[in-house]
């Protein structure tokens, strides 16, 4: 089984300072890993995601995350927030296996604001 | 949001209807998806579709019923609903080789409620 956690429900960041949203994972043998992001009545759209190799990944918008295996996290940063990154954020997680279907394991999504 | 469609934007059906989602892609992908998203749950992948081949099916009630005639299209058939299903239906596609970690595509959903 596969599971993903994102904490806070809703982040709040003043314009120009630094973001995190947060995201751990469970799942047995190694993840891939992705963040979506959804902005108001629009589907989710594809930001990044880490498959092996250097544990800060950097997407789209300015955004990187970083791996840390030991404690199961995929954090979502930027450094420099802006009003336009308001929107909804979903970490999501799949196992490493040449068996696995395609699925996709969402967290729940966290609200981020930016406030001017 | 162009690569991959969804019609319509918004249905209101009651709970004796029958209507039908539809999903295009435009992409080239060969594995399309439904997923049921409902305020403050994580996504509910309902369907699967590789190559035209159901290969998922995430004990989802019969009054939903996928169809995939093509890789680029898919439908959601939908019959004798209930209220708790009113929620946002995305579709979704991918390049869809199993095993490799491609991204998925959505499209921007279809607002369901059901009266």
């Known amino acids: 089984a596969q599971s993903v956690a994102q904490p806070e429900d809703q982040v709040n960041v003043a314009e120009g300072n630094p973001l995190t949203v947060k995201c751990t994972y469970s799942?047995?043998?190694?993840?891939?890993l992705f963040w979506y992001v959804q902005y108001p009545n629009r589907g989710l759209q594809f930001l990044l995601k880490y498959i092996t190799g250097d544990n800060l990944v950097k997407g789209s918008y300015g955004f990187e995350a970083e791996f840390n295996k030991s404690q199961t996290s995929f954090h979502l940063k930027k450094p420099s927030a802006l009003v336009s990154d308001s929107a909804l954020y979903f970490c999501a997680v799949r196992r490493i296996s040449s068996g696995s279907a395609r699925q996709l394991t969402f967290g729940s999504g966290t609200q981020l604001t930016v406030l001017p | 949001e162009t690569g991959v469609t969804q019609t319509p934007r918004h249905l209101v059906m009651g709970m004796t209807n029958k209507k039908s989602l539809k999903c295009e892609q435009h992409l080239g992908h060969n594995a399309m998806y439904w997923y049921k998203q409902s305020a403050k749950k994580p996504l509910e992948l309902m369907f699967v579709?590789?190559?035209?081949?159901?290969?998922e099916n995430n004990s989802v009630p019969s009054r939903f019923s996928p169809e995939c005639p093509n890789s680029s299209h898919l439908f959601l058939h939908l019959h004798t609903l209930q209220p708790e299903d009113s929620a946002l239906y995305l579709c979704a596609s991918s390049q869809g080789l199993q095993g490799q970690p491609y991204e998925q595509y959505f499209g921007p959903g279809t607002r369901l409620t059901v009266t």
């Open positions: 579709y590789s190559l035209e081949e159901r290969v």
């Open positions: 799942v047995s043998g190694n993840p891939y």
